[in-house]
T-cell receptor
Framework: AQSVTQLGSHVSVSEGALVLLRCNYS??????LFWYVQYPNQGLQLLLKYTTGATLVKGINGFEAEFKKSETSFHLTKPSAHMSDAAEYFCAVSGSPRGSYIPTFGRGTSLIVHP | DTGVSQNPRHKITKRGQNVTFRCDPI?????LYWYRQTLGQGPEFLTY????????KSRLLSDRFSAERPKGSFSTLEIQRTEQGDSAMYLC?????????????FGPGTRLTVT
């Protein structure tokens, strides 16, 4: 079984401030972890992913995330928020003993950026 | 590369009517997935295909739902006797069969409103 918990349904930051979106996961097998972004009335776009290897992964638009196995976490950060970062962010875990690797998504965190 | 496309983008229907959605995956992507996303939630898995074979169905996929991928290319999702609870965004995603990261590519979604 696998699950994702995203702490905070809404995160509000000022433009230029640090962005931190939290994600904790549960998986019975070594997980693949993803962060997706969704703009209104659009599909999901991949920001970054962790599969194996380096635990700090860099993605698009200046985002990065660190896989911490001991904490079962995969938090998303960005040093300086832009107005264009305002969107819904989803963390997902994918890992299946049966090999289907169907992802389970968190409930999402809405990022609000104030001028 | 035209990406994953979905049609229609929006559908308004009356309760009790049947609706059908279409998804065209990225060419050469063997695997195709359907998700449902309700307001304030992450995508929830419905079903997936490997080529024309439907390999897994979620318990969310009631008897009123049916999905097909007859030639292993585009897929359709039909909902019979729609209910107000079916109102949601229906997302389609695809990925290559041989993918080391299991990353999925999402379409823009079809928003269904049942009145």
């Amino acid at each position: 079984a696998q699950s994702v918990t995203q702490l905070g349904s809404h995160v509000s930051v000022s433009e230029g401030a640090l962005v931190l979106l939290r994600c904790n996961y549960s998986s019975s097998v070594p997980p693949y972890l993803f962060w997706y972004v969704q703009y209104p009335n659009q599909g999901l776009q991949l920001l970054l992913k962790y599969t194996t290897g380096a635990t700090l992964v860099k993605g698009i638009n200046g985002f990065e995330a660190e896989f911490k196995k001991s904490e079962t976490s995969f938090h998303l950060t960005k040093p300086s928020a832009h107005m264009s970062d305002a969107a819904e962010y989803f963390c997902a875990v994918s890992g299946s003993p049966r090999g289907s690797y169907i992802p389970t998504f968190g409930r999402g965190t809405s990022l609000i950026v104030h001028p | 590369d035209t990406g994953v496309s979905q049609n229609p983008r929006h559908k308004i229907t009356k309760r009790g009517q049947n609706v059908t959605f279409r998804c065209d995956p990225i060419s050469e992507h063997n695997r195709l997935y359907w998700y449902r996303q309700t307001l304030g939630q992450g995508p929830e898995f419905l079903t997936y295909f490997q080529n024309e074979a439907q390999l897994e169905k979620s318990r969310l996929l009631s008897d009123r739902f049916s999905a097909e991928r007859p030639k292993g290319s585009f897929s359709t999702l039909e909902i019979q006797r729609t209910e107000q609870g079916d109102s949601a965004m229906y997302l389609c995603a695809s990925r290559p069969d041989r993918s080391s990261s299991y990353e999925q590519y999402f379409g823009p979604g079809t928003r269904l409103t049942v009145t």
